[in-house]
Nanobody, 123 residues
């Protein structure tokens, strides 16, 4: 497993932006993928975005497509989530996680998780 630490959450008004970061304690291999999930009160954990570490190919949930952008720094073993045009329904704890297979939208296939960072979007 790899230790992951998220940062960048906070309180923002609807329409605003936040940039989340997730730093890994060890190298992320090109065959791996890094994903972002979110968990809102009363809801199930939800896939948000994924980036294949080697190619940089990105995948998004329909609910965030066009508003969120996932990116990575291979040199710093860090994955980012730029969130624009935020909506109150984006309020959740956001988690980054690693998937060894490189691609999955299923949380149970991820083997390392961060502690989460809270995002609150006020209306």
């Amino acid at each position: 497993q790899v230790h992951l630490v998220e940062s960048g959450g906070g309180l923002v008004q609807a329409g605003g932006s936040l940039r989340l970061s997730c730093a890994a304690s060890a190298r992320i291999f090109s065959s791996h993928g890094m994903g972002w999930f979110r968990h809102a009160p009363g809801k199930e954990r939800e896939f948000v975005a994924l980036i294949r570490w080697g190619t940089g190919n990105a995948y998004y949930a329909d609910s965030v497509k066009g508003r969120f952008t996932i990116s990575r720094s291979t040199a710093e073993n860090t994955v980012y989530l730029q969130m624009n045009s935020l909506k109150p329904e984006d309020t959740a704890v956001y988690y980054c996680a690693r998937v060894r297979s490189g691609y999955s939208k299923t949380a149970t296939e991820y083997d390392s998780w961060g502690q989460g960072t809270q995002v609150i979007v006020s209306s």
